[in-house]
């Protein structure tokens, strides 16, 4: 397998890196992959990570919900059906919020294309990216609309209004290539939503090596909000929100539990605590979501 020995800072180019840590992916592969650390921007990152080309395989498309399409009529689909519903409406209101004459949306990393979705119906111009095809194909038989699978593809020249990231940021591989060329799509005061998982947060206190959004070699970084925002302003990027996704807490809580062999409840009660935590501490949930604004 094609693995990739990094040498320098993913995100700032700095050779000034050393070894922070060993996570096992208890998701999938029960590999371990060595943790990273930059000492100029704070950024953490998993070493020795496939290629880009190779990392199809350490993603169980059966189960890794995000990318799951299949219906199981069952009461965890039905809640997880719900919860997406309403974390939708929660994207798109935060998003209004700081660009409430906003037309042209592009949601980058759309994987099944719910927000895409959600965007059309509410009237706006939205493409989405996916780089997995049979992502792109659901979408297709749903909405009969296209996706498109990278961003090369987008029309010529076209800019957008916002660009959204739900958890994206984390798996790119070409991180400030593809930044720059998303920042190079956006109007002037566009924005930029990301949501990423959160290094400085309460549950990965609570849950050290088996907390979930670890996620390795699948999350390639490993942000909290100094090296996000050192990574952002050095794209020109102005930070105007930062909070927490409302319900990642309690879905990282029991999955992190699970990799303990304890139980769902006990992960719903510290994601709970985490919650509560984030509420008071913005730039401490369990996930980092911020809005940031080209000048
Ligand atoms: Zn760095």
Request: aromatic share 14%.
């Amino acid at each position: 397998m094609k693995v990739e020995i990094l040498e320098k800072c993913p995100a700032c180019q700095s050779a000034a890196i050393e070894k922070y840590t060993e996570i096992p992916d208890f998701y999938f592969s029960r590999e371990v992959f060595p943790i990273f650390f930059c000492k100029d921007c704070g950024l953490k990152f998993t070493q020795n990570r496939p290629a880009e080309e190779e990392i199809g395989r350490y993603y169980d498309s059966a189960n890794y919900a995000s990318h799951d399409s299949e219906k199981k009529y069952n009461l965890f689909s039905l809640v997880y059906k719900s919860a997406r519903d309403y974390m939708l409406n929660q994207k798109f209101n935060l998003v209004r919020q700081f660009k409430p004459e906003w037309k042209k949306v592009l949601d980058y990393g759309t994987g099944e294309g719910y927000f895409t979705e959600y965007l059309l119906n509410k009237g706006k111009e939205a493409d989405g990216i996916e780089p997995s095809q049979l992502a792109r194909e659901n979408f297709k038989k749903r909405t009969g609309k296209d996706l498109y699978p990278d961003l090369r593809e987008l029309p010529e020249g076209k800019k957008y209004d916002a660009i959204t990231m739900w958890h994206v940021l984390e798996h790119i591989h070409q991180l400030p290539q593809t930044m720059e060329q998303l920042v190079s799509r956006l109007n002037e005061k566009g924005v930029i939503a990301i949501a990423v998982p959160n290094q400085n947060s309460q549950d990965l206190r609570e849950f050290g090596v088996h907390w979930a959004a670890w996620d390795v070699p699948r999350h390639l970084y490993h942000w909290e909000a100094g090296s996000l925002t050192k990574f952002m302003n050095s794209q020109g990027m102005k930070k105007v929100y930062s909070g927490q996704l409302p319900l990642d807490p309690f879905y990282i809580g029991m999955i992190s539990a699970g990799y303990q062999g304890k139980s769902a409840i006990s992960g719903l009660f510290k994601g709970l605590k985490s919650y509560f935590h984030g509420k008071s501490h913005p730039e401490e949930g369990s996930t980092l979501l911020s809005i940031w604004m080209k000048p």
